[in-house]
């Protein structure tokens, strides 16, 4: 799939979500077979994730680095990335890793988007929910 068509896919599965009040999805090519995707979605109760996803796009979509912050104003509620954090390394999903707002460091759960809605399933928001096993981020 080419990434100008999963950045759509992705753009309009968000956009298709009622709690969702803006998008600004952005995309690079990086070729010969890779991206990266930006962006922020704002939510009806003031509060935003950010996003930034480093792709590789052929023979699927499969994604190398991430990171999802999750705010309200300034404040962070979470974050989750894969980056080669040495505060993390202690962690069995090292480098997989979440930030809370004490500054703590935990353990990642296998479910991201699940920290942002309980029932993640019914937003049908998939992209953003990653195969541990793989790194491979599943579209709808």
Same mark, same amino acid.
């Given at each position: ?69 999750? !705010? ?6 979470? /974050?989750?990335?894969?980056? &080669? ?18 500054? !703590?460091?935990?353990?990642? &759960? /296998? &479910? !991201? ?28």
């Amino acid at each position: 799939m080419p990434l100008k068509d999963h950045v759509a896919a992705l753009d309009a599965l968000i956009a298709s979500t009622p709690f969702v009040t803006s998008t600004s999805l952005s995309y690079e090519e990086r070729p010969p077979s890779a991206g990266f995707i930006t962006g922020t979605i704002r939510f009806i109760d003031n509060s935003q994730l950010d996003l930034k996803q480093f792709l590789i796009i052929q023979p699927g979509v499969q994604v190398i680095k991430y990171g999802y912050h999750y !705010r309200m104003g300034e404040r962070l509620i979470f /974050r989750y990335d894969n980056a &080669n954090d040495p505060a993390a390394k202690q962690l069995p999903t090292f480098p997989r890793h979440k930030h809370v707002a004490t500054g !703590r460091m935990e353990v990642q &759960n /296998r &479910n !991201r988007i699940q920290a942002v809605h309980p029932h993640p399933r019914s937003l049908r928001l998939s992209p953003l929910d990653e195969d541990h096993e793989t790194n491979t981020s599943r579209i709808g």
